[in-house]
């Protein structure tokens, strides 16, 4: 039931600011477009970009900065759980189901404590922090996700950077694998950084340097800038000829 609770306090009325406590519980609260006229404005971008189809309870507090004596301006964190049947990013080729979402939320930060979802039958765990500025083109991310036993396919590998996405693609697999992948966006006015880690689960390969297609390809593949990087990677020709001697 959907359901909100309010309890406040307002000191120093004939004063120029006065001071203000609110605190805030909602249940259930619908994640469209009314919530989206609530949020400040440098979250609803943000907001915009995700396409959800759930609800979201919250707990937060808002309240004046400073003291009596030197009022500052009007602050807030708050605590939110959504529930989504449905996510998608507008950045990212995916769209995620059964989500559960823990987030923190204040004026300059995002923290995604915790994320849970599934990318088909995969499960996809993420967590991370977004640092906001009043401009959305000075966002800096750090996020980190995991999804295992997921399809490596043409969707899945397009959430790497070009660079990295190039270098899988090359390899032509076919199979499941699990992912780890992390995306930081620097302070400076560097490129966002993108890693990934690949512990292939028995996929089919065949590069295109390589002029032998394999099979049951196990072991560990880190991507990391330009720069590929294999730990215990083993195989089995996937043409038996490959290993039968000449004549």
Known sequence: ?????????????????????????????????????????????????LEADGTADMQARVFSTGDANAVGSIGYVAQVVCKSRSLRLEQLPIVLSD????????????NIKRLDGRYAQSPVV????????????????????????????GTTIGLLSKPLAEQLLAFCPQGNVNLALEIRTPDSNDPTRYTAQVDCLGLKINHDRFPYPLENVRGTLSLAGDSLTLKNVTASPADPCQTEPSA
């Open 126 to 153: 993420a967590t991370g922090e977004v640092r906001l500025a009043r401009d959305t083109k000075s966002r800096r991310y750090h996020v980190k996700a995991t999804a295992q036993d997921v399809p490596i396919d």
């Open 99 to 110: 989500v559960v979402a823990e987030v923190a939320v204040s004026p300059d930060s995002l």
């Open 1 to 49: 039931r959907r359901r909100v609770a309010v309890n406040a306090k307002v000191t120093g009325l004939a004063a120029k600011k006065p001071l203000v406590y609110v605190d805030v519980e909602a249940a259930n609260v619908p994640l469209d477009a009314t919530l989206e006229r609530a949020l400040p404005p440098h979250y609803r971008e943000s907001y915009r970009q």
